[in-house]
């Protein structure tokens, strides 16, 4: 809620009042409507909750009509309450502003006394921007005019639109019509009676989904989804571990599945402390169960589809590699498609081959032939059942589900509510808009803080800062305590991988020059006996060793492009760098009481993480699973 304290003649309060209890009422009706839907609520009636500065005019007509309407009242004090109750000089209305206070479900003062008029006009424009921070739609009884000062009502609308926040314009010249808008430029009016234009946008906002969309597909089959303990899928861990002085995977247990108590281990004192203490099991359920769970899933996928992609280019050389091996069967004179054993090979000159053939079981081509398929049909196994099964794409969006859920944990215990970065236009993933939608109603769901921000609440959250979001994410980035972080991690993998493969093209050269080396010599009457018997041998398995080499290289290198693992290093080295710098700044400012600042500093350390999760998405929505052709 927000609007003017005072209005002209042509401001008729009680009418006015009526509009905004309009609104209550259109959300009342579309609610209960909503609730029928699993995915958009659980409870048998949902939440409602009217943020408002209980400020003299706007604010308090806006708090009442919620009471009437029976919804819950938060009030948001720009300062202490009883240095704001002195804003009220008439005794009426501090008894009003007392009434409500009392009628609050909870309140948020934003520090103490206000020591000049510069930090009481800050105040209220924090109060405007913890509002327009923590609501679906703002009411604003507002003339339409520019504000008149620091956090007056063109600038707190002005904010909500920035954020695409649903915003219900009532001008006291005008009280029976409601201007809906998302954006500023396109207010589409609606009567306060038959409010269809106000409907139709809480709806779009808030409402899950809808029936048979990508999204509500999408968003069902995260909810339906089972936790898995056991992971087989290990071969890009493997290939970290064997690259990167990593930890070697386990098998069993690999997977810490949060369900139940198990959820209690994630964050386990992150909202200990502080203003939403009293909530805590909210939060947790609001926030902290949908981050482990998204979390847990997007581990699962993420292993399936890397290590997939991993065995499909190293069984695509090992494909070739055996299907060449098959040459080796034309050596000897009597039978081309026997392969001798090595004592044969030796005695190839002595023209004994024939008698090879009682010696037993011998290899034939048609053999590697088959080895050869049952690769090629495990690989495409892989890559039809990853296609399928959306191993990709669901580790895209689960993990950005997780990382954003974390980002914004910050935010709940400061009241500041962080936009969900949404699928961009661009995005060759439809149906991924499911992922802003679920954070949103996470986010929705969150306790607001309860208590008065002061000296002590503003330590709490910065050492909160540091050491539960700056730190762990500057150590994951840059490493720590010796280890390797994972922009050396990636770094390390792409250059090993690079070389070895590089390694694997110069072998065939080198190898190539001996091949022929050998082979001229062969020619010569210089050439022993031994190594003329052994003349097929020396043809076939130097034409297999130059032929297997570059598909071998070939495959780290795919493995290479695949994971794109020089600019994931690049990316988290630029986030790691931002967030030391912003780690360094809230050290060098540690006696600093100042509400504002460190809000920035969330909204900056928010941004920062918000902008590499969006880098990060696009660097990898385009590498689904393929054939490794």
Not at 240 to 266: C, E, H, M, Q
Not at 428 to 439: D, E, L, S
Not at 451 to 462: E, F, V, W, Y
Not at 517 to 535: H, M, N, Q, R
Request: contains cysteine; negative net charge; hydrophobic residues 45%.
């Amino acid at each position: 809620m927000t609007g003017h304290r005072r209005f002209d003649d042509t401001g008729d309060g009680h009418s006015l009042e009526k509009s905004a209890g309009t609104v209550f009422d259109c959300a009342n009706q579309l609610l209960a409507a909503l609730s029928a839907d699993s995915a958009f609520s659980d409870e048998a009636e949902p939440v409602k909750c009217c943020l408002s500065a209980l400020a003299e005019g706007a604010d308090r007509m806006g708090a009442h009509a919620a009471l009437a309407h029976g919804w819950k009242l938060h009030a948001v004090l720009p300062f202490d309450r009883a240095a704001y109750r002195d804003d009220f000089a008439d005794p009426d209305s501090a008894a009003d502003f007392a009434k409500l206070i009392e009628s609050a479900s909870s309140i948020t003062e934003l520090g103490g006394p206000p020591e000049d008029e510069a930090q009481r006009l800050a105040g209220y424009e924090a109060a405007g921007y913890v509002i327009v921070r923590n609501c679906d739609v703002l009411i604003a009884i507002w003339d339409g005019k520019d504000a008149r000062g620091r956090g007056g009502t063109g600038d707190v609308v002005a904010m909500a639109l920035r954020r695409g926040v649903v915003v219900a314009w009532i001008d006291p010249s005008e009280p029976g019509i409601i201007r809906v808008g998302t954006d500023g430029a396109n207010w589409r009016e609606t009567r306060s009676d038959q409010p269809t234009e106000l409907r139709t946008a809480i709806q779009d906002l808030v409402a899950a989904p809808p029936e048979g969309s990508l999204s509500r597909d999408r968003l069902d089959a995260f909810n339906h989804e089972q936790p898995v303990r056991r992971a087989f899928a290990i071969a890009y861990d493997v290939l970290l571990s064997a690259f990167t002085k990593r930890a070697w995977p386990r098998i069993r247990n690999r997977y810490s599945v949060p369900v139940g108590d198990t959820v209690d281990n994630v964050w386990p004192d992150f909202f200990e402390n502080t203003l939403v203490a009293s909530a805590h099991k909210r939060a947790r359920r609001a926030v902290t169960a949908p981050y482990a769970w998204a979390d847990h899933l997007s581990m699962v996928y993420a292993d399936r589809y890397r290590s997939s992609y991993v065995l499909n280019f190293l069984l695509a050389a090992l494909a070739v590699f055996v299907g060449l091996l098959g040459l080796l069967t034309s050596i000897g004179h009597g039978s081309p498609d026997i392969l001798p054993t090595l004592g044969e090979v030796s005695s190839a000159a002595s023209a004994h081959h024939e008698s090879a053939e009682d010696h037993g079981f011998r290899l034939k081509k048609y053999h590697f032939v088959v080895v050869e398929l049952l690769l090629i049909a495990v690989i495409a196994f892989l890559t039809v059942a990853g296609r399928r099964s959306e191993w990709h794409r669901k580790w895209l969006d689960y993990r950005q589900l997780a990382e954003f859920l974390r980002i914004a944990r910050l935010g709940v215990i400061v009241g500041y509510n962080a936009d969900p970065p949404e699928a961009d236009e661009e995005d060759t993933m439809p149906g991924a808009r499911w992922v802003a939608w679920r954070t949103r109603a996470a986010l929705r769901e969150a306790p607001i803080i309860d208590g008065k921000i002061d000296p002590s609440a503003l330590s709490t959250i910065r050492d909160r800062l540091l050491d539960s979001e700056i730190r762990p994410q500057i150590a994951y980035h840059l490493g720590a305590d010796g280890q390797p972080g994972n922009a050396q991690r990636m770094d390390m993998l792409a250059h090993k991988l690079e070389r070895l493969a590089q390694a694997a093209f110069l072998a065939t050269g080198v190898i190539g020059v001996v091949y022929c080396a050998v082979l001229i010599f062969l020619d010569t009457a210089s050439a022993p006996a031994w190594l003329k018997g052994a003349e097929d041998l020396i043809k076939y398995g130097g034409s297999i060793v130059m032929a297997s080499l570059p598909a071998f290289g070939a495959a780290l290198s795919g493995i290479v492009a695949q994971g794109d693992y020089e600019a994931s290093a690049d990316n988290s080295n630029s986030i790691g760098i931002r967030l030391r710098q912003i780690e360094r700044e809230l050290e060098a400012d540690q006696t600093s009481n100042d509400y504002a600042r460190l809000l920035a500093a969330i909204r900056e350390t928010a941004s920062a993480q918000i902008v590499d999760l969006g880098t990060w998405r696009s660097l990898y929505r385009r590498k689904a699973l393929n054939f490794p052709a």
